[in-house]
């Protein structure tokens, strides 16, 4: 098993900045792509931002140019820096990872989520 854990959420004025973590823990073999999900009251989970193993990002086009995405991969560690937040950044960010168990077994995970609010 897996298990992703967020943390850096939290309540920030607009144009403010927040930057999360996720550290992913368990039998891992191999971490692939890791990336930043978020998701609102009656709307879909949408994709943030996510990173290859070796640093290839992509990024919502709402996102591009405020929010950068990195990781640690000695740690197994993705981060969100987000900056020049807005209010309609305001959801709950998931944090997900995939990628191998062993040579046979692969594996997909999600974080618990962590809220951030930009509101003043």
């Known amino acids: 098993q897996v298990q992703l854990v967020e943390s850096g959420g939290g309540l920030v004025q607009p144009g403010g900045s927040l930057r999360l973590s996720c550290a992913a823990s368990g039998s891992i073999f191999r971490l692939n792509v890791m990336g930043w999900y978020r998701q609102t009251p009656g709307k879909q989970r949408e994709l943030v931002a996510v990173?290859?193993?070796?640093?290839?990002?992509n990024y919502a086009d709402s996102v591009k140019g405020r929010f950068t995405i990195s990781r640690d991969n000695a740690k197994n560690t993705v981060f969100l820096q987000m900056n020049n937040l807005e209010p309609e950044d305001t959801a709950v960010y998931y944090c997900n990872a995939d990628g191998k168990l062993s040579f046979l077994s692969s594996f997909g995970s999600w974080g618990q989520g962590t809220q951030v609010t930009v509101s003043s």
């Open positions: 990173i290859t193993s070796d640093g290839s990002a």
